[in-house]
């Protein structure tokens, strides 16, 4: 695994949260928030698979209740995480959970979630490696390498040539600069995903005429 870098002191201290572990609540409740901002709704199923550390443990430390309230759209410190099972339900999320105590993953704190709504089927690798640091590391098949360290658009599109280039230009009329680009494809002329790490939030416009482009299948964003 790649080195991964600490931005400031309060990664190493960790996050402001509701307990009881950085890494398998706060984590959790990351990686299950990462999740919903790129499927982008309310998923009417919700299906949780956690390996090793968080297959063992994820009942008596939150992992689980933290993985739903980031679906449900909560931050670590949410006064209601601890209610997020509740809240699922009576928001119409069905949730279940198959934990694989035995299978070996690449992290020992890895959960793996697919979400389900009508036709629409997205699943979602995510680890967490302490102090509430996380990293998704698989979308929809595709090895990715995404932390929620600032604002990012996921890109899925058409693999043709110009895509990258169209994508690019309308950052570039909005004045939104690419701090860091990541660009992957199934194979020649299928689906590719495209991860832009940006310099800016304000990406509103940008994001609206983005969608308008062809070929491109989906534009999700989270800052």
């Known amino acids: 695994m790649e080195n991964l870098r600490y931005r400031s002191v309060f990664d190493i201290i960790g996050p402001v ?11 959790a409740a990351r990686i299950g928030k990462i999740v919903r ?30 993985l ?18 509740r809240i699922a339900f009576e928001q119409g999320m069905e ?3 198959v934990p694989h105590p035995q299978e070996k993953a690449a992290h020992p ?25 996380i990293k998704v590391t698989e979308l929809n098949g595709f090895d990715i390498s995404l932390s929620a360290g600032q604002p990012t658009f996921v890109i899925i599109h058409e693999d043709v040539p110009g895509m990258i280039a169209k994508v ?6 909005h004045e939104i600069n690419i ?26 416009e940008a994001l609206a005429e983005m969608r308008s482009i ?4 989906a534009v999700n964003f989270f800052n």
């Open 37 to 66: 901002s790129i499927f982008g709704t309310l998923p009417e199923k919700l299906e949780i698979h956690l390996y090793e550390s968080f297959a063992k443990t994820y009942r008596g430390h939150g992992t689980d209740v933290a």
């Open 68 to 85: 739903v309230a980031g679906v449900l759209g909560m931050d670590t410190d949410d006064k209601n995480l601890p209610d997020a099972p």
């Open 168 to 173: 690019s230009s309308v950052l570039s009329e």
């Open 95 to 97: 949730v279940s959970y």
């Open 179 to 204: 701090a860091k680009m990541n660009v992957t494809r199934a194979a020649k002329g299928e689906k590719a995903i495209m991860i832009l790490e940006v310099d800016t939030p304000n990406i509103d």
């Open 214 to 217: 062809p070929r491109l299948h």
């Open 17 to 27: 949260m509701i307990g009881p572990s950085s890494s398998h609540t706060a984590g």
């Open 109 to 133: 704190n890895t959960a793996r979630l697919v979400c389900k709504k009508g036709n629409q089927t997205m699943t979602v690798t995510g680890i967490s490696i302490g102090g509430g640091m």
